[in-house]
């Protein structure tokens, strides 16, 4: 199993961005998928997670701005981030968990300017 990670950047506080979790290696049948992010210095935590049965979690600094989705079709998990914050920026990694393990994206770099 694969996870690749795109869309991040350098951006300007405010505005909006997506991120997007390629899967490939295996039919899109995970337990759970979801989004991290670890700041420098910082811990890794969980920004937002889907369920394959479609529910979500938010970690409470980015409920309301954040949004989780998949695109079956593409084996793809995207996070919407609105409202961008410089407290945003962080590595975001993608994470997939399926009934035998679970598994690591690379990361990618957003970085949010006020």
Do not use: H
Not at 13 to 37: D, E, K, P, Q, V
């Amino acid at each position: 199993v694969q996870l690749v990670e795109s869309g991040g950047g350098l951006v300007q506080a405010g505005g909006s961005l997506r991120l997007s979790c390629a899967a490939s290696g295996i039919t899109f049948s995970f337990n759970a998928m979801g989004w991290y992010r670890q700041a420098p210095g910082k811990q890794r935590e969980l920004v937002a997670g889907l369920r394959s049965g479609g529910s979500t979690n938010y970690a409470d600094s980015v409920k309301g701005r954040f949004t989780i989705s998949r695109d079956n079709a593409k084996n793809t998990v995207y996070l919407q981030l609105n409202g961008r914050r410089p407290e945003d920026t962080a590595v975001y990694l993608c994470n997939a968990v399926f009934t035998w393990g679970d598994y690591w994206g690379q990361g990618t770099q957003v970085t949010v300017s006020s």
